[in-house]
């Protein structure tokens, strides 16, 4: 009732305003209805109708200035103007921008530093600084308003946001050196540019600026700090960064949760879990709390070390002072214990995860699955895809392909069709790693005819493949003894564009080796030297063809090869040693046990300083009773009980100990 008494009162007031529907231009301001609702019909019958969605007006309308003058009751002044100016900034609507700007020059209008800082805004959240720069030098040669650091800080922000650091550097020396503008940098100024060349890791540069800052009466603040200690720690400088908390708290300034996690991360990246623990302590002590990242970072330099079980009790920690660990702090945890093979420890993280409110992503489920199915946890991994596909979480390619690679290592192949064929109807494309788990399902379970049959349909849709398809399905075929498909499928490989890569080569020559074919073989391997980087011999490569070359006697070339590898920066391995072990006590007259061989192999790798090679050939001598000479012993002991090889293995045990 008193809504009605007033609305009447109102209306008895103003008998002559118009009825509702309309909105007359003319009406003062006041009594003007505001420009954020819309006039509505008032005849119920009418039929409603969609009208395009239109940008939202400015708190004042431009209709105001020409109905102003004639009603006689408004007068726009500066303050209008300063509304428009940022109303339009606001909304990015650059051309009224441009109306308003010209209308206040024409007018004789003070313009004032804010609109402008309003306009640079405006341009730099459209992604175009150098409007911005623009900008900043018109607001003197035009409208004669002065510029100060804030309008300088302003536009220097803008640049620097939109990753234009080298500009971000033109324009401040352009600024700083000039006469004519006369603008002097503050702390501000200087953490932007300081964060720009951080950016651009001119760290060095940093350092300068940062010395630069007390002759012009800058003090450094806890970002200035903060900035330099981050790009030290990206370049590696970790010393250098650690050094500067204590200066900066000489100075009198007190360093944040953040400056703390900078240097805690740097410590965790570089592995310094012992003096990245130390700094927590210290942070206790100077009364600044380790917060959600402080934690975060801990465990996850804990899981890069391998400290799967620590990273746990931080956790627990963690959780137990109500802190909240993200997706990436368990997702780093669940990683770590699958690359151990705990993949079931994750699941009781993932379980712990869910009950605490947080959602595992695509990347932590795929991980769990792989990691269950190469552990041979089949039931473990069905059931977690079932809750999955029960609404857990919507599966992507990545999950499907994961799920699928898993049941064709549980043997499976036709199942894991199936769930490619859902997979498609859902939506989700296979990749190649989809089709080169299938392809390997069916080989694995001498389904090798299944598998070429696969490999025609994906060619026939044009489905995607790539030389990792064509690497597994060259090796399925050669592991199956079908050289000439193999060899088919090659010519096929290279016509359409595509290089062989290591485990192609590799396996090519093994088809060739156990066809009796070496001449092929050896070949294909001189062809792999003259190949990139990308695709040189590995010790699976040479072992293939010392096997070969000791099996028709040849062990003189086998021996050369082994140099060959030497050279290459290859090691040889278990494998390697039993290949020539064998044929030194069958093919030789009078046979040999190999020791002078191994013997002579350990003292090669020593001189070479392959410490970890010759480690290696050691255990081999020790486990087959074939003692080295007294000089290799000599040997061994002073590689492998150097000064700082046993100061460095201390540090490794106190680390452990305290970490």
Partial sequence: ???????????????????????????????????????????????????????????????????????GTYTPGDSTFYSLIDSYAGAGDFGSLEKVLHRMRRERRVLVERSFISIFKAYGRAGLPEMAIDWFDRMVDEFQCKRTVRSFNS??????????????????????????????????????????????????????????????????????????????????????????????????????????????????????LRRAAKLVDNMLLKGCAPNEVTYNTLIHGL???????????????????????????????????????????????????????????????????????????????????????????????????????????EGKPEEAKEVLLEMMNKGSAPNAFTYSSLLRGFFRTDKSEKAILMWEEMENNNDFTNAVCY??????????????????????????????????????????????????????FNEMLCQGPGCQPDVITYNILFNALCMQGNISHALNLLNSMLHQGLDPDLYTCDIFLKALSEKLNPPQDGREFLDELVLRLFKRQRVVGASRILEVMLQKYLPPKSFTWEKAVQQLCKPKKVRAAIDRCWNDLVC
Wanted: charged share 20%; hydrophobic share 40%.
């Fill in 471 to 524: 690497s597994v399905l060259i090796h399925g075929l050669c592991e199956k003894g079908k050289l000439e498909k193999a060899t088919m499928v090659w010519k096929n490989m290279l016509a359409r564009g595509f290089k062989p890569d290591v485990v192609s080569y590799t396996s090519f020559i093994q088809g060739h080796c156990d066809n009796g074919e070496l001449k092929e073989g050896l070949k294909l």
């Fill in 303 to 409: 899981c890069l070390r391998g400290k799967l079980d620590k990273a746990v009790d931080l956790l627990n920690q963690m959780v137990a002072i109500k802190f909240m660990p993200n997706d990436v702090t368990y997702g780093t945890i669940i990683n770590g214990l699958v690359r151990l093979g705990r993949a079931v420890d994750g699941l009781q993280v993932l379980k712990f995860m869910v009950e605490r409110g947080s959602r595992a992503n695509q990347y932590v489920y795929s991980t769990l699955l792989s990691g269950l199915f190469k552990e041979g946890r089949f039931q473990e991994a069905r059931r977690l895809w079932q809750d999955i596909v029960e609404g857990r979480c919507e599966p992507n390619t990545v999950m499907y392909s994961a799920f699928i690679d898993g049941l064709c290592r």
């Fill in 1 to 71: 009732m008193p809504i009605i008494h007033i609305s009447t009162h109102v209306l008895k007031l103003k008998p002559n305003l118009p009825p509702l529907g309309r909105c007359k231009p003319s009406l003062p301001p006041s009594a003007a209805p505001s420009p954020r609702r819309r006039c509505r019909s008032s005849s119920a019958l009418a039929v409603p109708t969609r009208e395009p969605v239109s940008p939202p007006e400015p708190p004042i309308p431009e209709r105001i200035f020409s109905s102003g003058a004639k009603s």
């Fill in 155 to 272: 536009v220097l922000n803008i640049i620097i946001q939109n990753g234009r650091y080298n500009r971000g550097l033109e324009f401040y020396s352009y600024v700083i050196s000039s006469s004519q503008i006369n603008i002097s940098p503050n702390v501000l100024s200087y953490n932007l540019v300081v964060k720009a060349v951080c950016k651009m890791g001119m760290v060095d540069r940093a350092v300068e600026l940062f010395r630069e800052m007390p002759l012009r009466s800058c003090v450094p603040d806890v970002f200035t700090y903060c900035t330099l200690m981050d790009g030290l720690c990206k370049e590696g400088r970790i010393e250098e960064a650690v050094s500067l908390l204590d200066e900066m708290q000489m100075e009198g300034c007190f360093p944040s949760a953040v400056t703390y996690n900078v240097l805690i991360n740097g410590l965790c990246k570089k592995g310094d």
